[in-house]
């Protein structure tokens, strides 16, 4: 029932860009992005809901397919602060208040 | 300032002995969720509760037991019966209706539970 995300590892040299895709065997309701530094708790980027409305980060971009069940998140010219572990979080459609995470993304950004 | 507490950040126990995991929120949620986070694995879904006196099971529920008889508060218990209960655990909350925000959760610091 997790949300599968891929890839789930990728480096990147400071300025390049990254694409995390996230996808559900259920029907999305919406959908979470978080990013997590080693021992911290995840922080908040950006809600996708059904019905094309985004709401989060200003420089962080993302899309949702409701059809495909799928939403990618877009990282451009990426950061050393943008290193962690990215997880996307669905809602699915269906009534109760359940949100349930892919296993992450692991996103290191070097020099 | 409003925000999720959780408490205590590190605990040890001897396996066979229940532990208990406070998780207290003063920004008004409806909904409160446990999370249990083990290396590759993502964030698991323990429990979840909408409303006051009310939750239901996540994924990984068994071994777990929860109460919800206040708004602010949601405390998780690993008993017994939790076969590998060493692991972060991670409450979250969040208002359902997005009335003040956007609906996004909101974590506290974490606990890390570890069995001898």
């Known amino acids: 029932q997790q949300p599968v995300q891929s890839p789930q590892a990728v480096i990147l040299r400071e300025g390049e860009d990254a694409v995390i895709n996230c996808s559900s065997s259920k029907a999305l309701y919406s959908v979470h992005w978080y990013r997590q530094k080693h021992g911290e708790a995840p922080v908040f980027l950006m809600i996708?809901?059904?019905?094309?409305e985004q709401k989060g980060h200003e420089k962080i971009s993302a899309s949702f397919n409701e059809k495909k069940q799928q939403s990618s998140l877009y990282l451009t010219a990426s950061q050393l602060s943008y290193s962690g572990t990215y997880f996307c979080g669905a809602r699915n459609s269906g009534g109760y208040q359940k949100v349930t995470f892919g296993i992450g993304t692991k996103l290191q950004v070097i020099p | 300032d409003g925000g999720i507490t959780q408490s205590p950040k590190y605990l040890f126990r001897k396996e066979g002995q229940n532990v208990t995991l406070s998780c207290e929120q003063n920004l008004n949620h409806d909904a409160m969720y446990w999370y249990r986070q083990d290396p590759g694995q993502g964030l698991r879904l323990i429990y979840y509760?909408?409303?006051?006196?009310?939750?239901q099971k996540g994924d990984i529920a068994e071994g777990y037991s929860v109460s919800r008889e206040k708004k602010e508060s949601f405390p998780l218990t690993v008993t017994s019966a939790q076969k590998n209960p060493t692991a972060f655990y991670l409450c979250?909350?969040?208002?359902?209706?997005?009335?003040?925000?956007?609906?996004?959760?909101?974590f506290g610091e974490g606990s890390r539970l570890t069995v001898l």
């Open positions: 996708l809901l059904k019905g094309g």
């Open positions: 509760s909408q409303i006051v006196n009310d939750f």
């Open positions: 979250a909350s969040r208002d359902p209706y997005g009335r003040t925000n956007t609906g996004e959760l909101f």
